[in-house]
């Protein structure tokens, strides 16, 4: 556990395992703690960093913090690899985290090895992706309005449901009720603007997850991005039930859908080999 002054902001972070980088980018509202039993796992694959981004729980929020971007999270993520030597890295994004990685991908590509979006494909890619957004984003400002503790749980019980978050611990709670000033900046800088033109750029492998109890729209766009990625540059693999949309690298390409309806552990930790060790997956 460490910090580190970047971009005139402090940075808290973390690092578990050794090897190849792998960075943890988590979503809007949370912080490094949200990656809990996950990163053990991905200690055993490499050297795993998982930080809060600025604004977010032990991390600085800047004075005055009313508006941010996902390109100023990306610039930071940026600097953090840079400052720690550890590039080129393995990402993984978690919703707004995966717009960050996908930034960071586009305008520091020699920085990234691959890209793994856990629900972070740009919701900005179909018109009903800018619908959800803008209306997200009324409700949360709306509640800050009102009175800015209310904004993690508004935000939450929009995204999630009402049952996602009863479900959530009292610590958990308190995690998206404290970070409620850094849901209202992220929301008011709105979602990462980019085209399908530049998308196709991409020449790293990407993973891309989608959960069957998520919002529809989180599936449509991760199924969108899946097929804007070049077959030459990345094969796409889909996989039924839980929605997973696995690409895999260049050469390696092929599609499928596995009938039983859940992911294969063996085909994702190919994914992974394949990422972190430019192999070939069996």
């Known amino acids: 556990m460490a910090e580190l002054q970047l971009n005139g902001v402090r940075l808290y972070y973390e690092e578990h395992g050794q090897g190849p980088l792998i960075l943890c980018i988590h979503g809007a509202g949370s912080s490094a703690l949200m990656w ?38 990306a610039d930071d993520a940026a600097a953090l690899l840079d400052a720690l030597e550890t590039t080129p890295a393995v990402l993984i994004g978690r919703s707004y985290g995966g717009e960050i990685a996908i930034d960071l991908t586009l305008r520091y590509p020699e920085r990234v090895r691959g890209l793994a979006l856990l629900e972070g494909a740009p919701l900005g890619l179909s018109a009903e992706g800018v619908a959800w957004v803008e209306s997200v984003r009324r409700r949360v400002l709306a509640a800050a309005g009102d009175d800015l503790t209310t904004v993690g749980e508004i935000f939450i019980r929009v995204v999630l449901g009402d049952s996602g978050w009863e479900a959530f611990p009292t610590p958990v709670r308190q995690l998206f009720t404290d970070n409620g000033p850094a849901i209202v900046a992220e929301m008011d800088g709105g979602p990462l603007p980019v085209d399908r033109a530049t998308l196709t750029t991409i020449d790293q492998p990407v993973l891309l997850v989608a959960a069957a109890d998520s919002p529809e729209v989180f599936r449509h766009v991760s199924g969108l991005l899946g097929d ?22 260049r050469r390696y390409c092929r599609r499928g859908r596995r009938a039983a309806g ?21």
């Not at 804007?228 to 796409?236: E, Q, S």
């Not at 859940?262 to 069996?282: I, K």
Request: positive net charge; contains cysteine.
């Open 36 to 73: 809990g039993a996950a990163v053990p796992e991905l200690a055993r694959l490499g050297r795993v960093i998982a930080y809060d981004r600025r604004g977010c729980s032990r991390s600085q929020r800047p004075v005055p913090y009313d508006k941010t971007s996902v390109a100023e999270h």
């Open 262 to 282: 859940t992911p294969g552990p063996g085909r994702l930790n190919a994914s992974w080999e394949f990422m972190l060790h430019d192999g070939v997956p069996p």
């Open 228 to 249: 804007l990625i070049p077959l030459g540059r990345g094969g796409c693999v889909l996989l039924g039930g839980l929605g997973l949309l696995l690409c895999l690298g």
